[in-house]
C-alpha cells in the first residue's frame, strides 16, 4: 500500500468513526472531526470530469426554502435560518456529484475497502463491549469521547434496563445503526469479505437494539432471499428464521410503545404527526429553515419526562422544512426505490436493497442535513453505482480488480 493509500484509509476511518467526536466550534456550528474528514474524502473522490453544477439539486431545495421564509406565518431567528440554509447548500452541493464521475481507485480500491472493513469491525465490536459490559453492570465502554463527545454524553440508562442499547462511538444508538447499515451495505456492493462483513453487521445492529436498524435489516435479508440460488436460499432462510425469533418479541413491544407517551418510539413517529399536521395547513411550503425548536417548544411533545424540540426522523423533517414538495417528495422518492429494488436484476441480491434503504434510512436521525450523514449516503451511492457498472461491464471489473491490485 503507498502513502497516498495509507493516508486516505486513515481519513475514511477517521470520518466514519469520529463523526460525533467534537473538535470545537466555528462560526456556530459544531466542527467534528468526521465533518472535517468527510469533506476531505469527498473531495479526494472527484475528478476533473465531475459535475459540480446540476442545477435542480443545488437550486430548487434552497428556493422552496426562501420561499417558506419569505411566506412564513411565524415570525423567526433570522441566524439560525442562515446557519442552516448553509447546511442545506452543501448538502445540495454534495448530492449533486452523486452521479458524477469520480476516481474509481479511490471508492473502490483496495485503501477504500479497508478503511470501512476497520471502521465496521471498530463499530461494531465497540457496540457489543457497551452491551456486555453495561448488562454487567459496567459504562466503563460507554462514551468513548468523553467530554468531546457532540452535543452531549449518552445515557445508556442501565437503571431501567438490564441491557442497554449501544451507541457506539455515536450520539444515539439510532446514528449507530444508520452507520453500520450503510458501511455494510457499501462494502457489500463493493464486493469486499461479504460473509465476515455480514456477521460484523447483524452482531452491531442486535447491539443498538434500533427497530429502524433491525426492520431495514430485514429488508436487505428479503431482498437477499428474493434472488437467491436454491443452495444459499437454505441458508439465508434458516438465518433470517433465526434472526425473526430472536429480535421479534423486542421488535413487537417496540412498535406495541408506539402509542406511550414519552417513549422513543413514540416521539420519533407518532408525537410528531400532530407538527407536520399543522405544518401542511399552515406553512404549505414548509417552516422557516432551523425553527424547529422554536415551534415544537409549543407541542407536548415528550422524550422520557423531558420536553422535547427536535424532530428525530428524517422523513418529518423534510416535511416540516418542505410542506407539501416534502411530502410528495419523499412518496415519489419511496415509490422509485421500491420499483428500482424490486426491477433490478444486475446487482447482487443484498445489494438491490440499495435504493430503499437510501430512503429508509431518514428514519434515523433527524440530522439530515448534516454534512457527516450526506456523505455517508454518498459514498453508498458511489459504491452502488460502481457495482452497477462492474455487473453491467466486464471490461470495467477488469480494470477495477487490476486498480485494485496495483
Same mark, same amino acid.
Given at each position: 500500500m503507498t502513502g497516498r493509500e495509507l493516508l486516505f484509509t486513515l481519513i475514511l476511518v477517521t470520518f466514519v468513526v469520529g463523526q460525533h467526536f467534537q473538535v470545537g466550534v466555528l462560526f456556530g456550528y459544531a466542527a467534528n472531526l468526521g465533518l472535517l474528514c468527510g469533506l476531505v474524502v469527498w473531495v479526494s473522490c472527484l475528478n476533473k470530469s465531475s459535475q459540480l453544477w446540476n442545477a435542480p439539486t443545488i437550486l430548487l431545495p434552497p428556493a422552496i426554502a426562501l420561499m417558506a421564509a419569505l411566506i412564513s406565518p411565524i415570525n423567526y431567528s433570522q441566524i439560525e435560518f442562515l446557519k442552516t440554509f448553509a447546511l442545506l447548500s452543501l448538502a445540495c452541493?454534495?448530492?449533486?456529484?452523486?452521479r458524477s464521475p469520480i476516481k474509481t481507485e479511490f471508492i473502490a480500491g483496495r485503501s477504500a475497502k479497508l478503511a470501512l472493513l476497520i471502521s465496521l469491525f471498530c463499530v461494531s465490536t465497540l457496540s457489543v463491549l457497551q452491551v456486555i459490559g453495561g448488562t454487567l453492570g459496567s459504562d466503563a465502554?460507554?462514551?468513548?469521547?468523553?467530554?468531546?463527545?457532540?452535543?452531549?454524553? =449518552?445515557?445508556?440508562?442501565?437503571?431501567?434496563?438490564?441491557?442497554p442499547r449501544a451507541h457506539g462511538f455515536f450520539l444515539e444508538p439510532s446514528y449507530n445503526a444508520f452507520i453500520l447499515v450503510t458501511t455494510t451495505l457499501t462494502l457489500l456492493a463493493l464486493k469486499h469479505r461479504p460473509v465476515a462483513v455480514t456477521l460484523l453487521f447483524f452482531a452491531g445492529i442486535i447491539a443498538t437494539q434500533s427497530a429502524s436498524?433491525?426492520?431495514?435489516?430485514?429488508?436487505?435479508?428479503?431482498?437477499a432471499l428474493r434472488r437467491s440460488r436454491p443452495g444459499a436460499l437454505v441458508g439465508?432462510?434458516?438465518?433470517s428464521v433465526a434472526g425473526a425469533w430472536l429480535v421479534g418479541p423486542y421488535l413487537l413491544e417496540r412498535l406495541q410503545s408506539a402509542n406511550q407517551l414519552g417513549s422513543s418510539t413514540n416521539y420519533r413517529i407518532v408525537a410528531p404527526l400532530e407538527v407536520l399536521r399543522d405544518t401542511l395547513l399552515a406553512a404549505p411550503l414548509g417552516y422557516p429553515l432551523g425553527s424547529t425548536e422554536q415551534v415544537l417548544s409549543s407541542y407536548?411533545?415528550?422524550?422520557?419526562?423531558?420536553q422535547g424540540?427536535?424532530?428525530?426522523?428524517?422523513? =418529518?423533517?423534510?416535511? =416540516? =422544512?418542505?410542506?407539501?414538495?416534502?411530502?410528495?417528495?419523499l412518496l415519489l422518492a419511496a415509490m422509485f426505490a421500491m420499483a428500482r429494488t424490486i426491477s433490478d436484476r444486475t446487482s447482487s441480491p443484498a445489494v438491490s436493497a440499495v435504493p430503499v434503504i437510501v430512503v429508509g434510512s431518514l428514519l434515523f436521525s433527524g440530522a439530515v442535513l448534516s454534512p457527516e450523514y450526506v456523505i455517508m449516503i454518498w459514498l453508498l451511492i458511489q459504491a452502488y453505482r460502481h457495482h452497477q457498472s462492474l455487473a453491467t461491464s466486464p471490461e470495467v471489473e477488469a480494470e477495477s480488480s487490476h486498480a485494485a491490485a496495483s
Open positions: 452541493l454534495i448530492m449533486s456529484t452523486a465502554f460507554f462514551n468513548p469521547w468523553g467530554s468531546r463527545q457532540f452535543l452531549r454524553e =449518552y445515557d445508556p440508562l442501565m437503571q431501567f434496563s438490564t441491557v436498524g433491525l426492520l431495514l435489516g430485514g429488508v436487505i435479508v428479503l431482498a439465508t432462510l434458516g438465518l407536548n411533545l415528550l422524550l422520557g419526562s423531558q424540540t427536535s424532530l428525530d426522523n428524517g422523513a =418529518y423533517v423534510l416535511t =416540516y =422544512y418542505f410542506g407539501w414538495f416534502g411530502l410528495v417528495g
